[in-house]
């Protein structure tokens, strides 16, 4: 059982040749960069257990211990690497169900120890709202919020096509207002980053706080957005330093502020042009408070602001957009990784669902699992939120829940409590967990359960490490079989080494990127799961043809291929035989169909012309042979002129579309007076990606008025008359493994 096996439906022998080793082996480089993006995650959860097990690791989200990222990725590989050993029916098997135990045992302890009808209520909630916003948000590409890529610098990351610097910002940036009547010389450029983000409240991480409006009462500064506890802090430090030291300055306030010695900021204000930074304050010097969290158009409401915590798009000031970063950092970043997951857990399902039918496939594999999920995530991710609302009602600090932000500064410093009511709120065991490291979160959910953290912790653990075990050891199953041509179990050499390129390669990921790993393991499996996108979509079109065969539908039993294919160049223009063939008949050899190619390339309007006089009349032919030809050249000369002239690629893809468009509709043409199976937006892709190939089949197809034909499924029909007229009892060896999923 092999990816290519999946394309046979639609390019039938050519899956055993060089096409479908192509397919494998980048299934194979698909798979194995997305476990390791899993390995390399996992390892920095693994690393939070420890933390919170007083092992003296770092506690950075990213930087860990280099020794300690690769021995728990070398033990995991070590036990996964026995479990493929072991193979499907003695390791992988009896590893999953104990981590499927141990994960319920996880999450049901904690579901009856809480409000168990809160999370029954997220659990129907969560699909209805599933149900009801999958279609919305699954086509939701965030158009308006990407615009905010237009304002970038000369040196800024957007590389769309026609919104570069010199499309909009260079222009803008050229126009001086003078020459319209303006008194004072600028610019339209529109900044690229701004403080200003609109209605989105921006904290302010270094400002001074009017000294009146600080000596005014506390209900005042917590509505122009500062906390009860530094209200009080900016009232002591007002009120004290105007007493006792005779101070009557501003107050100041941010983050990072010593309460022990001068900074370069407190010494400005409080000792105006001297410089004391590094010297102590005064013993009676109150604690400086944060400054407030307001929208940047309310800060002059409390004082003056000179370094805000957020750089915002400049867009976001204007629209009331937000971070078009937002759709590479999480949807981008998630495609890619599920799809990266894609060959191996289909050919896994494959694996251990044969011999069932497609419905119990779905029931067994994809709706089940996903009910799973919907629970797990209704607990964990309920009480996340309780637990989440707590902390924020106890420490008295409100979220913008619109923009998913929320000031973390005035109880944490470094994702750890740091102001009284936060400790004493994570002595029992509730914290603000978006303020918290992201590996240490699911552990921080478990800690209100107390007496059960004993058994908890390691439980989850043990759970976590078997669910990374289980994800590499059937990712190197995979593996095994794409690189032996679908043998079932594979010689064990080869499954050590599989098992252990998945972890050197996650291991060189997260190291090698240092500080940018969690950067590295994203690209990674960003970049596997491009390729596999495509290959997914093929694999539909493939999937529903061939339930249309078994269903015996007469249109797909009458339909007709090409009498060549587009793809016949990986084998040498030859025809690919099995053992099973029962025809070697080649219609054209390799120099009719290599020259067919070559002038289709550069006169496509010539293979034009004699294919079109089957289904045109002759005049009719020429004329669209002419528009196809001349469309071709205009396609071609505008994109050299582009060097002279601004802009003419536009007019030149224009021209191309415009060619292939008329190409497609001869092709539609044609199929339907052969009988040949298709349909319009297939010959649209076809002719968009291959026009030279596309142009030359019609030629060679009418060249001989469609001798030589085979039926669309001829190859299958073939492999199933040598295995006979069912598959049904007939036990196939190693050998012939690579043809059982398609019989």
Known sequence: MCIRTCFFPLIGNQV????GDVIDALSIACTTFGVCTSLGLGVMQMAAFYQYMELELSDNVVVLDDNASAWIIVAITCTACLSVILGLDNGLQNVSYVAVVLALLVAMPVFFADNTM?????FTQGIGYYLQNIMQIGFDCEAFQQLGFEF????????????????????????????????????????????????????????????????????YLTSVGLSTLDAGRAYAFASTMSVSAGYTGDVPCGSGLNSTYYTNHTSQVMKGSLDFSGTPLPDDTPEFPLCPTTTYDKQGSWGVCSSYFYSCYAQQAYSDSTNPMFMDWWTVFYWGWWISWAPFFGVFVGTISRGRTIRETVMGAFIVPCLFIFFWFSVFGGLAIKMQRVAEAALQVKAD????????????????????????????????VTCRPITTQFFDI???????????????????????????????????????????????????????????????LLLGG????????????????????????????????????????????????????????????????????TSTAVTYGAMPQLTAIVIALVCPGWGTYLAGKSVYSPMGSILLAGIVQLLWLAWFICQITEVAAEDMFAIAWTFYMLFVFCLTMMRSHLR?????WGSFLEDFWICLTFYPFAVSQMQLQVQNDGEGMPGYFQD???????????????????????TTATA
């Not at 829940?401 to 065991?429: F, I, M, N, Q």
């Not at 295995?723 to 493994?737: N, P």
């Open 401 to 432: 829940w619109k923009y998913g932000t929320v000031d973390c500064a005035s109880h944490y410093s470094g994702g750890e409590p740091s102001s009284p009511e936060a400790k004493a709120l994570a002595s029992l065991g509730y914290y603000m």
């Open 672 to 676: 339907g007076k052969y009988g040949i």
């Open 716 to 738: 299958l029909e073939q492999l199933q008359e040598y295995f006979g007229a069912s598959t049904k009892g007939i036990t196939l060896t190693d050998g012939e493994a690579v």
């Open 16 to 19: 055993f040749g060089l096409v």
């Open 514 to 581: 240092r500080s940018a790993a969690l950067k590295a393991l994203r690209s990674a499996s960003i970049c596997a799961g491009f390729v596999e996108t495509f290959f997914l979509c093929y694999m539909c079109t493939a999937l529903y043809r061939l339930v249309k065969f078994d269903a015996k539908d007469p249109g797909m039993l009458a339909a007709k291929k090409f009498n060549t294919q587009l793809l016949d160049f990986a084998s040498g223009f030859q025809k690919v035989t099995t053992k099973y063939s």
């Open 118 to 122: 809160y999370i029954l209520n997220i």
């Open 152 to 219: 970038q610098g000369k040196d800024g990351s957007n590389h769309y096509w026609g919104s570069g610097y010199d499309q909009l910002q260079g222009k803008l940036a050229s126009v001086d207002v003078t020459d319209f009547g303006a008194e004072t010389s600028a610019t339209l450029e529109i900044a690229t980053y701004s403080p200003d983000c609109g209605p989105q409240a921006n904290p302010c991480s270094t400002g001074l706080i009017t000294g009146n409006i600080a000596l005014l009462s506390a209900t």
């Open 446 to 508: 478990l800690m209100p359960y107390q007496d059960l953290i004993p058994f908890l912790m390691p439980a989850s653990f043990v759970a976590l490490l078997l669910w990374f075990i289980t994800s590499s050891d059937s990712g190197s199953f995979v593996d095994d079989m794409l690189a032996s041509s679908g043998l079932s179990n594979p010689p064990v050499i080869q499954k050590i080494y599989w098992c252990w390129t998945e972890g050197i390669c996650a291991i060189v």
